[in-house]
């Protein structure tokens, strides 16, 4: 059972990092957290831990912008799984009436004056930058 | 009834166009949502930039009132739900001018919700277009990528500044519905102070949803046309990318989602490659932030101080003014010209300035190029000369050789009266004498006037060219209607 | 050790104020004290000149009877706090070289109140760890051994270098971060006092951020009197930063009575935790004996979720770090690695950066946000993070304050755990709970391990009652007489 439901999280096409625009929709209209977290959560203390592989691991070190090397994967793999593994026994936890926790904080958002503060600063926010030119940022070229 | 007028004949017949409108719209303050750096428009590079705006290490986020008041403000105009609770979150992904790695948005509680606008179209009607949801968010800065050879370079000035993301429904079905909305928006913000909705500068700018269907078929899929930044660009987006989507279907393809970019110059929209890349913006509540709550009393405080709006200001119009629905609508249409018609208005006839602030006047500025704020005549001169007309001091046609002459030099009308002499004659002696004069000389034309009575137009003619326009059309034809009897039976 | 270096914070200060020494003199008596103990790693940047030159400032306010409450105390500053013109790179190597155009809130306060920078401390690469081995500038070392045995030994982490420098007296306090534990675990580990305040009490602007919502700068000093004393100068509201609260700050030297007599002092049965050392349960017992004696009231109360709140805590924190080190890209400061494009530069500039805990951290978090297991793991967390509050809320009906072991082991040795992530993650145990729910707690030396090494107990307080804290921590510091010393091995 968990490892079919494995298999809709990565195959299905409306899973994460399966084309644009999908993964922005799918929390605001619940298609996976609706259709497939549930089966995820009541198969996998049962079944089995939840483990990382490689490809998953590239592509998470891509949306993270971290270069990580071929020989590289099966270590990090490893070690995300070990620690995602050890973090699923919060399954065993009843939620369901819970609000999650917003701010350690209990108090309202302060607001600030509509002031303009700032001085300009552009030697301060430029002074240690690799690359500036002519007072902007310089950076490798973006193609559009 | 189901309106087949916007439909768009494909070679296996007809498609509607659907379309859903994304506005960003910047928020009037003079510091940034979350930091205290200007907002100026036109700044010398990096100078608008806070140790906040660079996202230097350990800056955190402060918000700014005025930008939460403007999105209030900006909800109770578009009829919206107020939500007294509202969350911050941050969209990750990385982008040389996104600082922090991720824009400050709000993801599954904005500010505002549900609301709904009016559009007024060219024909007179008017629909109702549903608005999803307003949230305030950060701006990015600047990418330029032509500076340099190999290298991009990054201005910040813009990052951070407070936008307004407005959401409508997939309500629209033409490209003039689209546009009709963007103009709408537009005045409503300009009316409310909340957005100058200039988007040249780019305060305003919208993304296009568009899609195609059979009528009455389910939703098709939807490409995305980013960052339109003219209305007649939206017209001109919208045309063309529903023609692609027919074309692709009708070939037996299929339309992929994504996003696009409409190229000006050539007329057409491209498939933006560097967006293809999958997207998982992994959105979360701000820690850095709390969640954003004040009361109904809040609301009502903003509510009480807020203006008339376009599309009460149209019935007023039409109830209090007598004008046309048409007229009223040209109007309010801007929040400028609605109080430049008001002005000249005010104590005087009405419709007579209604004719001539949407006729005469928003004629001559159109043919210069100019707005009403640059306008080189003002209301109080135009009402002058409306004035002169109504006491009949200069008839209407001389007033519209004063417009022009008003409209070239920024003179008041009496002056140039008074300069070029064009004081009306009323006198009718004066006028008596002119109509003889021009009797004596034209014996035959007496003759052929008595025997057939419209010639009698001639006369009329003739005797405001002898006074050079001036006469009083009205006493002219009541005194040559003496000379000429049968005239009067007429 | 000289005489100078021997006094407590507030020693120091009352004899700068009588005159017996000047402020000079007992920076001087710093600035060599560091030099002689560079074998610590406890210092990532010395500023002798800016010391004394400081130093001579206060000594011209002292002179003249202007000095703040702090004036002339020479501190450390953890390497996380962003200092003027001092670089500061929260040993990380993506930060190489970053120099400050501001000054960090809290440290602010301490230099407006007269206090001297003696130099940036070592901690574990942007906080992340516990035994300060993740940093860039290589790892801090405990000044403390086991008996016969020359191990070197971790301060703990990631506030290691802070836990370190006054365990060797190389600083008269310091300023430190505990975002898990990173306070009061490296006092535990180094016979020292570390307190964290309530979420809010310091401004966190300019502390270099590892997971908003729960890091909390705080003192790692002496003795508890010394935590007051530099607690109510780093403490205080701040507009600039949103969760600060605006609530006064009491004098807290003033709340240490001695005087406990009534007080309920809650005993969570949660934390007796299995394969606990023996050594550190009788050592709990200890405490509970040592309160009750001093009249407090000994109340057995229940944290059913304590058992969640460290992976909690691993879900949350990772969650937090992966954007708030977003803004680490090479395009505005730091290490940048030329790339055949935007992206390519990216992350190249990341890989070559961050170090191992970090990426690992960095990619748990983004894994745990990404679309499809937000709710399953985020949402998740937060819930049962409101839960631990709520565990909380409920003991608090029955007493003012809890008591509970450090950490469940005392200080290990440097390599002993750092292939072992989990292993690692478990000194964090008994004091993540109190992060997740914003409470202010303190670490308090109370004995030492069979094999001679400090052992700590710790006290968790109320939210923003951090007087009855220190009030509690005094009582307890008292009866433990805790007066070992490292041998100063590393003079040699």
Redesign the interface.
């Known amino acids: 059972m968990y490892a079919d439901c494995r298999g809709y999280?990565h195959h299905s096409g409306l899973?994460?990092?399966?084309?644009?625009?999908?993964?922005?929709n799918?929390?605001?209209n619940g298609v996976?957290?609706l259709r497939?977290?549930p089966v995820?959560?009541k198969f996998q203390h049962k079944v089995g831990p939840m483990s990382?592989d490689q490809n998953?691991?590239r592509k998470?070190?891509?949306?993270?912008?971290?270069?990580?090397q071929e020989d590289e994967l099966d270590h990090?793999a490893k070690?995300?799984s070990?620690?995602?593994d050890?973090?699923?026994?919060?399954?065993?936890?009843d939620?369901d009436q819970?609000?999650?926790?917003?701010?350690?904080?209990?108090?309202?958002?302060?607001?600030?004056?509509?002031?303009?503060?700032?001085p300009?600063?552009?030697d301060?926010?430029?002074?240690?930058?690799?690359?500036s030119?002519?007072?902007?940022?310089?950076?490798?070229?973006?193609?559009? | 009834m189901t309106d087949t007028s916007n439909y768009i004949e494909g070679l296996t017949g007809s498609w509607e166009i659907v379309m859903g409108l994304e506005i960003h719209a910047q928020v009037v303050s003079n510091s940034k949502l979350f930091s205290g750096a200007p907002t100026e428009f036109g700044a010398e590079q990096n100078t608008q930039v806070s140790l906040v705006d660079a996202a230097l290490p350990g800056m955190l986020p402060v918000i700014n009132e005025k930008c939460v008041e403007q999105a209030v403000r900006t909800g109770l105009g578009l009829k919206a739900q107020v939500n007294l609770r509202s969350v911050f979150d941050r969209k990750n992904y990385f982008y040389p001018d996104l600082p922090q790695g991720y824009q400050i948005s709000q993801f599954k509680y904005p500010i505002i919700g549900e609301g709904i606008v009016e559009i007024d179209l060219s024909n007179g009607d008017t629909k109702d277009v549903r608005i999803e949801r307003l949230h305030l968010e950060q701006d990015a800065g600047k990418s330029l990528h032509d500076q340099h050879p190999s290298m991009s370079f990054v201005d910040l000035n813009r990052s951070g500044v407070a936008l307004m993301e407005i959401v409508s429904m997939p309500d629209m079905r033409s490209a003039e519905e689209a546009q009709a909305f963007v103009k709408k928006i537009r005045a409503i913000l300009r009316y409310l102070g909340t957005c100058d909705g200039n988007m040249e500068q780019g305060s305003m700018r919208a993304d296009v949803n568009v899609s195609v269907r059979r009528p009455g078929d389910e939703l098709g899929t939807r490409c995305e046309i980013k960052n339109v930044n003219s209305i007649r660009f939206i017209g001109q987006a919208i045309e063309y990318e529903a023609r692609r989507q027919v074309e692709v279907i009708e070939d037996g393809g299929t339309i992929k989602q994504e996003t696009r970019l409409f190229d000006s110059k050539a007329g057409v929209t491209r498939s933006m490659r560097s967006k293809e890349e999958a997207h998982d913006y992994r959105y979360f509540p701000d820690p850095d932030l709390l969640p954003l709550v004040f009361t109904q009393e809040y609301v009502d405080a903003i509510a009480a101080t807020l203006p008339e709006l376009p599309d009460d200001k149209k019935a007023r119009f039409v109830s209090e003014y007598g004008l046309s629905i048409y007229d009223a609508g040209v109007l309010v249409s801007e929040k400028a010209r609605a109080e430049f018609f008001e002005d000249v208005a005010k104590g005087r006839d009405a419709k007579m300035a209604s004719n001539w602030v949407t006729g005469e006047f928003f004629g001559a500025l159109n043919k210069a190029g100019l707005a009403i704020d640059t306008s080189p005549v003002s209301a109080k001169q135009l009402g002058a000369l409306i004035e002169l007309i109504k006491d009949d001091t200069i008839s209407g046609r001389i007033a519209k050789d004063v417009f022009e002459i008003m409209f070239e030099t920024g003179d008041d009308p009496a002056k140039i009266v008074e300069e070029k002499g064009l004081r009306q004659v009323t006198d009718l002696g004066a006028i008596e004498a002119a109509i003889d004069e021009v009797m004596a000389a034209n014996p035959d034309k007496v003759q052929q006037a008595i025997e057939k009575p419209k010639m009698v137009g001639w006369f009329v003619g003739q005797v405001m060219k002898a006074t050079s326009g001036k006469a009083n059309p009205q006493a002219v034809n009541k005194l040559l209607a003496a000379k000429f009897p049968p005239l009067a039976e007429d | 050790m000289t005489e100078l270096t021997k006094l407590t914070l507030t020693e120091a200060r009352d004899k700068l104020v009588a005159k017996e020494f000047t402020a000079q003199e007992l920076t001087q008596a710093y600035v060599s004290a560091i030099e002689a103990a560079r074998p610590l790693n406890a210092y990532v940047l010395e500023t002798a000149d800016k010391a004394l030159e400081m130093a001579k400032a206060s000594d011209a306010r002292l002179q003249k009877g202007e000095g703040g409450a702090l004036e002339g105390v020479p501190l450390g500053i953890k390497d996380l706090f962003c200092t003027k013109d001092v670089r500061t790179t929260a040993c990380s190597h993506i930060l190489d070289g970053y120099v400050p155009a501001y000054e960090s809130s809290v440290t602010a306060n301490l230099w407006a109140d007269g206090a001297v920078l003696l130099g940036k401390l070592n901690n574990d690469e942007f906080a992340m760890g516990s035994s300060n081995e993740t940093s860039f500038e290589g790892p801090a070392v405990n000044p403390w051994r086991r008996k016969g045995d020359d191990t070197q030994l971790v301060p703990g982490g990631s506030s290691g270098g802070s836990s370190a420098a006054v365990a060797a007296h190389i600083a008269l306090a310091t300023t430190a971060t505990d975002t898990g534990g990173s306070i009061r675990q490296p006092a535990a580990f180094t016979g020292t006092v570390g307190l964290k305040p309530t979420y809010g009490r310091c401004p966190r602007w300019g502390v270099i951020a590892f997971a908003s919502s729960l890091d909390q700068p705080g003192p790692i000093t002496r003795t508890v009197r010394d935590a007051a004393v530099m607690l109510k100068s780093m403490a205080g509201f701040d507009p600039k930063d949103t969760t600060s609260a605006d609530v006064p700050v009491p004098d807290y030297e003033a709340a240490l009575t001695g005087d406990i007599r009534g007080l309920k002092v809650g005993i969570p049965k949660e934390y007796r935790v299995d394969g606990m050392a023996a050594e550190i349960d009788a050592l709990w017992q200890q405490g509970i004996d040592w309160l009750k004696q001093a009249g407090a009231e000994i109340v057995d109360v229940s944290l059913p979720h304590t058992k969640y709140a460290l992976p909690a805590y691993y879900i949350v924190a990772p969650a937090e770090a992966s954007s708030n080190l977003a803004r680490y890209d090479g395009v505005r400061y730091g290490l940048r690695v030329d790339g055949d494009n935007i992206t390519d530069m990216y992350e190249k500039t990341r890989a070559a950066g961050f170090g191992d805990e970090v990426k690992r951290r960095v990619m748990v978090g983004t894994y745990v946000l990404s679309a499809g297991y937000y709710d399953a793991y985020y949402i998740k967390a937060q819930k049962v993070r409101t839960l631990i509050s709520q565990d909380f809320a409920k003991a608090y009906e029955k007493c003012d304050v809890l008591l509970t072991p450090t950490t469940p082991t005392p200080a290990f040795g440097i390599g002993e755990n750092i292939d072992d992530p989990l292993s690692m993650y478990l000194n964090d145990v008994f004091t993540v709970t109190a992060n997740l729910a914003g409470l202010p707690g303190i670490s308090v030396p109370a004995g030492l391990s069979a094999n001679g090494l400090p052992l700590g107990l710790q006290l968790i307080g109320k939210s923003f009652d951090e007087e009855t804290l220190l009030r509690t921590a005094g009582v307890l510091e008292e009866a433990a007489a805790f007066t070992a010393a490292p041998e100063a091995w590393w003079r040699a």
């Open positions: 999280l899973c994460w990092l399966q084309g644009s625009g999908c993964s922005d799918l929390r605001a996976l957290s497939c977290v995820l959560l990382v998953t691991v998470v070190a891509h949306l993270a912008r971290i270069a990580v990090f070690e995300m070990t620690i995602l050890w973090v699923e026994q919060l399954s065993e936890v939620t819970v609000e999650p926790m917003t701010s350690a904080v209990a108090q309202n958002m302060r607001l600030r004056a509509d002031e303009a503060t700032s300009p600063l552009r301060e926010v430029t002074r240690n930058a690799s690359g030119e002519d007072g902007f940022f310089a950076v490798p070229k973006v193609v559009e």
